[in-house]
């Protein structure tokens, strides 16, 4: 084989090497006073952000160990929303833990079987006794939700009640029973995002509505219809045309004329055909030409050409349209049913800037709304709509799974204290890899104590006196909730602060923090194949 072998300890050793240098990158991202990010790839294109995920996904690794982290930033992205720059950093420090363990000659697969044990038992506990329901705690505890998502990103100082308040409105908004009698749903899908420079971050506002980026085809269509029906289409309204590669031989000048007039009438008829369904909204994500838009304008219906697919699917799924690629029937006749068409209550032409956006409102289906965010430059409005749906992610998160707990490192100082004395019931060797569980959790308030310019060593100790009182005295239980507060430089109770956070996604984290330490640990070789030289061909 044509290529190079390493194994044993000095692949680990590489391995935790790449992970802790794709740690060191995000770690100062963490927390209210982490710092942004700024990226610029070959192209030159600029990112700035303060997201975990997407700054790892943007540093396109090459280590295949790294790539594993790289990964996990992104599930947690898409399995919670939040917590990606965490969920990077303690599965490094879990790594680099495991690694010094290995060094000492405990074998991996013990390490791995610890790990486990630690990881099971953490997720227990934080889910009996950290965790709280959010029944009796009402509407605020959602806005103080997403003021601690949003308090590490751009939109965290001074607009972060209004994004906050938008976010949990916005998520409300989206409600609907699952049909099978499960708890309700909040689809993310129903929340469009769109992005206007100009003005200020404050006067970003939801519009009730699902905002298509398009406009009228023609502005003598009307501007405004009610009792909406829609038809989404992924076909031609223009001339239809003969195939390519086929070719006709015409020796009559009349003939030639009448081909033309049949093409016209091919596509009369299709439109036709969708105007006798009582159809007044016509959207199709291919071209529609003048001769077609006369047909719609005489109708007095609105038409859209170009519309994206990733839109119509939104709109055909919050109204009950189906989209049509083809109006085929088995039988080859070409027409239109009722049943295809969506509906809502009414749908307006609006100026945003100088761009025109048709809205839908009052989808049959879906209830759905958009939301209109205002920043001065390209960077800012990628980074406030990164943010704000994050901010989205954890309230529908929290709705859905309807527990919570404090944040600023109450739950990581908890869970710690009682994997130290779990440890100590543990009669094998995975009491040390516990232990070191125990320790790497507590990366996370170190790291955000010493990103506000903090004293980490003394206010973890304060906090880990608190937390072992709580557990140990049950009178003292409330003191489970205390964490710190970054910007005096104190410990105190974030449960009363409003600094809370979705359980789902400290357990979610912890479980893919170790799941992606223990893959890169069970590694202990590595068969690098070199490239194959193409010969080319002969001579």
């Known amino acids: 084989i044509e290529g190079h072998r390493s194994s044993g300890q000095d692949v680990r050793t590489a391995n935790v090497m790449a992970c802790s240098a794709i740690a060191a990158i995000v770690k100062s991202s963490l927390g209210p006073v982490g710092l942004d990010k700024m990226l610029v790839d070959e192209v030159g294109d600029v990112t700035v952000t303060n997201d975990g995920?997407?700054?790892?996904?943007?540093?396109?690794?090459?280590?295949?160990?790294?790539k594993v982290l790289a990964e996990l930033a992104q599930q947690q992205d898409d399995e919670v929303g939040d917590g990606t720059t965490s969920v990077v950093i303690l599965a490094a420090e879990l790594l680099r833990r495991a690694n010094e363990l290995v060094k000492s000659r405990i074998h991996p697969t013990t390490v791995i079987a610890g790990l486990r044990i630690a990881?099971?038992?953490?997720?227990?506990?934080?889910k009996q006794k950290l965790a709280m329901p959010i029944d009796s705690l009402g509407r605020e505890v959602l806005v103080n939700i997403a003021s601690t998502s949003l308090s590490s990103k751009i939109l965290g100082s001074a607009e972060s009640e209004l994004f906050a308040n938008m976010a949990v409105?916005?998520?409300l908004h989206t409600k609907r029973a699952d049909v099978f009698g499960g708890p309700d749903?909040?689809?993310?899908?129903?929340?469009?995002i769109l992005k206007a420079q100009g003005k200020s971050a404050h006067e970003s506002q939801i519009l009730q509505g699902y905002a298509l980026n398009t406009t009228r085809a023609s502005q003598a269509m009307p501007a405004f219809i009610k009792g909406v029906k829609i038809a989404c289409l992924d076909i031609d309204l223009r001339r239809a045309k003969l195939k390519m590669g086929l070719t006709m031989v015409v020796n009559d000048p009349e003939e030639l004329a009448k081909m033309h007039e049949k093409e016209l009438e091919i596509t009369k008829e299709r439109i036709d055909s969708i105007l006798e369904t009582g159809c007044n909204l016509v959207l199709t994500t291919k071209g529609i030409d003048d001769t077609a838009l006369k047909y719609f304008v005489e109708a007095g219906v609105i038409a859209c050409r170009r519309v994206a697919m990733k839109d119509m699917k939104r709109v055909a799924a919050a109204t009950g349209a189906s989209i049509q690629s083809n109006l085929a029937d088995l039988e080859g006749d070409e027409h239109f049913e009722v049943s295809m068409?969506?509906?809502?209550?009414e749908v307006v032409e609006?100026?945003?800037?100088?761009?025109?956006?048709?809205?839908v409102k009052g989808c049959k289906f879906q209830n759905s709304n958009t939301v209109l965010l205002r920043g001065p430059n390209e960077y800012m409005c990628d980074e406030m709509a990164r943010s704000f749906h994050d901010a989205t992610a954890v309230v529908k998160r929290v709705l859905e799974n309807n527990m919570i707990?404090?944040?600023?490192?109450?739950?990581?100082?908890?869970?710690?204290?009682?994997l130290e004395k779990f440890a100590a019931s543990v009669e094998s060797r995975e009491q040390l890899a516990i232990l070191e569980f125990a320790s790497a959790l507590l990366v996370i308030p170190k790291v955000l104590a010493s990103n506000a310019a903090q004293d980490s060593a003394d206010l973890l100790a304060k906090l880990c006196a608190l937390h072992s009182a709580a557990q140990s005295?049950?009178?003292?239980?409330?003191?489970?909730?205390?964490?710190?507060?970054?910007?005096?430089?104190?410990?105190?109770?974030?449960?009363?602060?409003?600094?809370?956070?979705?359980a789902i996604s400290k357990v979610k984290s912890i479980q893919f923090a170790t799941e992606a330490a223990i893959t890169i640990l069970r590694i202990d070789d590595l068969i690098k194949l070199d490239k194959q030289e193409d010969p080319g061909p002969e001579g």
Do not use: F, W
């Open 169 to 171: 409105d916005a998520v």
């Open 405 to 418: 707990v404090a944040g600023g490192g109450a739950v990581e100082v908890a869970l710690s204290l009682h």
């Open 53 to 66: 995920a997407t700054i790892v996904r943007l540093l396109e690794i090459e280590h295949p160990a790294a």
């Open 185 to 192: 749903k909040y689809p993310l899908s129903s929340i469009h």
């Open 119 to 126: 990881m099971r038992e953490a997720c227990k506990y934080l």
């Open 341 to 345: 068409l969506g509906e809502a209550e």
């Open 350 to 359: 609006d100026v945003i800037r100088d761009d025109r956006i048709l809205l």
């Open 473 to 502: 005295d049950p009178a003292l239980k409330d003191q489970q909730t205390y964490g710190l507060d970054l910007i005096a430089g104190q410990v105190r109770d974030n449960l009363a602060a409003g600094v809370v956070e979705p």
